[in-house]
């Protein structure tokens, strides 16, 4: 096997639980922006006396301004939007703005003068440029993943610090989503903002995880700041066991051991978390103590089966979007996780699609805890622009961001690289950069991708060149709702190209919660039934079916849906309404699920 590569992502590993990290969520100052005017001058060049400087009007004392006062912007007199949020919720002039937007928070922090500090953004929907105390201290593109800026030298000694962040959530052609997607550009800072002090040599990045076979523990850590060269690295992953690892010359070590006999695993259904430590020194002095709660498991796939700690499991399933219950927002809450995962657990599952891009933390996190095994996913979505080499650059980045926060996750066992893209030489070349650099990053998991079905008449068969590139192949199939019917679903048959494990990544009808009627009436609840009914029987002759996900938990926000009276904006597929009215698809899904062998 070959040994792990080093992660070239900033990423601190469990960034918001470290010692000392505070939440900056809350209230946060905005100014909209729709023309730039806070970052750019009248040519269109940088302006120099932008927004980020945080001036405001200079007043006499009986509160008028001053006649010699040019400035017309002021956070301080501003209204606030919530963090972690989108704006689309928060202001209904802000519903589907995907232009820029200025947020301004000031909070009380003492700095360390002998540490580091970095900010953490959960995530940014889609660029954000940031600064503190005025100081540009990074930008970061894609609209879901985390990155983390350092902050040290702008933060002022003395307790008032200020973070100003420019976010712009435009819809391109040359961005991971492309300009179409089936959800909502739900702009904003979306994820938890934290600020994250660390000594000045840090563990910033760690990872421990078994390999395929669970004969071997596999790991890396980064150590970053000037004494990183050599230094030492203690690793404990409890039970009695740990390991002693010194830091190379680039601050790495790398971990390839035989895996202790007696690792008690965790299963789905059955999580066991370990408290893992690190511990860094350098002589008898300890600089850093990163801890975190790891499973541990294997996953492999052996032909057409997918096997977890060497058992096949079938992947009784269900695809989640990130929308909030209840609220026009992104799910960006762990209550919103909580809530999402019940409904999901209310069918009996064993597995969650996270689409169609990277889901909170939080979120893998729950499913770690609740021994649900987890599909993850890239926005790499219908059209991108596939010869543009700076768009593949970001892709690899938001991938990078993925498997460098998730690597400890033990319910994340596949990476998921695309959804219904269509086969063609660029797209090919590019899909197989993403599936090359997943197995480079990680070597413990499974690499997929969604695949789209065009009918076929009464057969159908994979063919997508990809399919052999990857080592679990999706199939989103849309019988009896977008072509053929609920009759003749049933009698399709599946082929495929190259042996692999398919999941049945999509099916599903929309039905809008509490319309009844016949069960051939578009739109009602009976209809959205008889075509799961159909589905499954149609899925259980396929003999190398490894797993299913309904399209999908609940139905989603998404202005593409506009048919009046029946989706007004949402996407009605879900198995439950907005608010978790449960549909009675719901109970045909759990009757298959209870009922379904295992392979
Ligand atoms: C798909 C897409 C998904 C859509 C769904 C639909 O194939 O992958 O993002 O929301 O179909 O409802 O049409």
């Known amino acids: 096997m070959a040994a792990p590569t080093s992660v070239p992502v900033p990423l601190i590993t469990n960034a918001s ?158 961005r991971i989503p492309g300009l179409n997607t089936d959800w909502a550009n739900d702009g904003g800072i979306t ?36 004494d990183a060269a050599g230094a030492t690295v203690d690793l404990d992953i409890g039970g009695g066991w740990s390991i002693t690892l010194e830091a190379g010359p680039d601050g790495i070590a790398r971990l390839d051991t035989p895996a202790p006999a007696d690792l008690e695993r965790w299963r789905p259904g059955a999580a066991v978390l370990h408290e893992v430590t690190w511990r860094l020194r350098v002589g008898d002095r300890e600089l850093d103590v990163l801890t975190d709660r790891v499973g541990f498991r294997t996953v492999r796939t052996e032909g057409a089966r997918i096997l977890v700690n060497d058992e096949p499991v079938f992947l ?6 990130a929308d909030a219950p209840g609220r026009n927002d992104r799910a960006c809450r762990p209550e919103d996780a909580a809530t999402l995962l019940d409904w999901a657990q209310s069918l009996g599952v064993n597995f969650v699609r996270l689409s169609h891009y990277q889901h909170p933390e939080h979120m893998v996190r729950e499913c770690d805890r609740r021994g649900l ?43 998921s690289v695309a959804n219904e893209t269509m086969p063609d030489e660029g797209r090919n070349r590019f899909l197989r950069r993403l599936i090359g650099r997943a197995r480079e990053l990680d070597p413990t998991r499974l690499v997929a991708a969604a695949l789209f079905v065009t009918p076929q008449g009464d057969g159908h068969h994979l063919d997508d060149p990809i399919a052999a590139d990857l080592d679990v ?28 494990p398919l999941i049945m990544t999509e099916y599903g009808a929309g039905a809008l919660a509490g319309n009844h009627g016949h069960d051939r009436a578009r739109w009602t609840e009976e209809f959205q039934a008889a075509v799961y009914t159909a589905q499954y029987e149609m899925q259980r002759a396929i003999p190398f079916l490894a797993g299913t996900t309904p399209w999908i938990l609940k139905d989603f926000r998404t202005p593409k849906r506009q048919l009046p009276g029946i989706q007004d904006g949402w996407n009605r597929k879900g198995l439950f309404g907005p608010d978790g009215e449960e549909k009675l698809a719901a109970r045909v899904v759990r009757d298959a699920y209870a009922n379904w062998p295992d392979p």
């Open 17 to 174: 639980s470290r010692p000392g990290s505070i939440a900056l969520d809350g209230s946060w100052a905005h100014l909209i922006d729709p023309y730039r005017t806070g970052e750019l001058d009248l040519w269109g060049g940088e302006n120099t006396r932008g927004w980020h400087r945080g001036h405001r009007p200079r007043r006499a004392a009986d509160g008028s301004v001053l006649p010699t006062d040019r400035v017309e912007y002021d956070f301080e007199a501003a209204t606030t939007l919530e963090v972690p949020g989108s704006w689309v919720g928060q202001r209904v002039e802000l519903t589907h703005y995907e232009g820029a937007v200025w947020y301004d928070h000031s909070f009380a922090h003492e700095p360390d003068r002998d540490g580091r500090a970095f900010l953490r953004f959960g995530s940014v929907n889609h660029d954000a440029r940031v600064w503190c105390n005025g100081v540009e201290v990074g930008r970061h593109v894609g609209g879901y993943g985390p990155f983390d800026l350092e902050v040290t030298e702008a933060l002022r000694p003395g307790s008032d610090q200020r973070v100003t962040v420019r976010v712009e959530a435009e819809r391109r052609a040359d």
């Open 191 to 226: 994820g938890s903002v934290h600020l994250v002090p660390v000594p000045t040599t840090f563990l910033r990045t760690a990872w421990v995880q078994l390999d395929p076979s669970g004969a071997r523990l596999l790991g890396e850590i980064v150590v970053d700041g000037a």
């Open 316 to 321: 009784r399933g269900i695809a989640i979007h």
């Open 373 to 415: 095994l987890a599909w993850c996913e890239l926005p790499v979505y219908w059209g991108i622009a596939w010869d543009d080499d700076a768009v593949l650059t970001n892709a690899t980045s938001q991938l990078d961001e993925l498997i460098v926060r998730d690597r400890n996750r033990a319910s994340a066992i596949l990476w």
């Open 473 to 500: 192949v999706g199939a989103n199939n849309y019988f009896a709702w977008y072509y053929g019917d609920v009759e003749t679903t049933p009698t399709i048959g599946w082929s495929q190209d190259v042996e692999r």
